[in-house]
């Protein structure tokens, strides 16, 4: 079974109540995810593989580490997932970056994918599937099968805030994939939104509705 973190850093959990708040605005709320996403890509990226390597400082040689560069690639699914690439993209400057565009069919809740455009060496890459939201899991699942199917065998899962019911269904049919979450809500409601969530993250971030 996947591993779940949740994130209780101090940074996130302050920036995530504003983010939440129904008073932050279109400017404010990109601002925040943003930094959100970047906080979350530090603590992510903890198991990054490390080599030796020497370097000459002013003093002496010395041995000292660098990333064993693996590489990286990012997959917001669209729109949402837009607003967490470049906070991300701070830290790992070199990743490259996919697209798999989803919308929840709103009546059946159901993911209708539209678009897909990933890197061309997609088997050699370590993967961050990201999204604000993981509500049913529906889009989740349906992105990292998409993923899959084109050859990803690493594959990571972050996402701002999830409901329970969607983080036990990723798990259930992704168990290879851990979940990396900034705050575990309390439950979906009738229409499929996470409470208390943040609303529709989409129209948030890009100021529609
Ligand atoms: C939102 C969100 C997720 C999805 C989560 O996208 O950004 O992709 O819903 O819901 P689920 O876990 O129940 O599948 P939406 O479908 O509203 O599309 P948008 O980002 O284009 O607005
Ligand atoms: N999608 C959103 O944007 N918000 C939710 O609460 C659920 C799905």
Not at 8 to 24: A, C, F, G, N
Not at 144 to 161: D, E, H, P, V
Request: glycine fraction near 8%; charge should be negative.
């Amino acid at each position: 079974m996947s591993k779940v973190f949740v994130f209780d850093h101090p940074l996130i959990q302050h920036k995530l109540t504003y983010i939440r708040s129904v008073e932050t605005g279109t400017k404010e709320f990109r601002e925040l995810v943003d930094e959100v996403a970047t906080l979350m890509a530090f603590e992510i990226t903890r198991d990054m593989p490390l080599v030796e390597t020497e370097v000459e400082t002013p003093v002496t040689k010395t041995k000292s580490m660098i990333l064993a560069g693996k590489k990286m690639g990012i997959v917001p699914i669209l729109r949402a997932g837009i607003g967490m690439v470049d906070g991300i993209l701070k830290l790992i400057p070199a990743a490259k970056v996919g697209h798999i565009g989803l919308y929840r069919d709103p009546q059946t809740l159901q993911p209708v994918e539209y678009y897909v455009k990933l890197p061309a060496d997609v088997e050699e890459r370590d993967f961050i599937v990201v999204d604000p939201m993981l509500a049913t899991g529906g889009s989740a699942i349906e992105a990292i099968n998409s993923l899959k199917k084109r050859g990803a065998t690493s594959i990571k899962f972050m996402c701002l805030i999830a409901a329970p019911e969607g983080v036990e269904l990723l798990q259930q049919a992704h168990p290879d994939v851990d979940v990396y979450i900034a705050a575990l809500d309390e439950k979906l409601n009738d229409h499929g939104y996470i409470v208390p969530g943040l609303g529709d993250a989409g129209d948030r971030l890009f100021g529609t509705k």
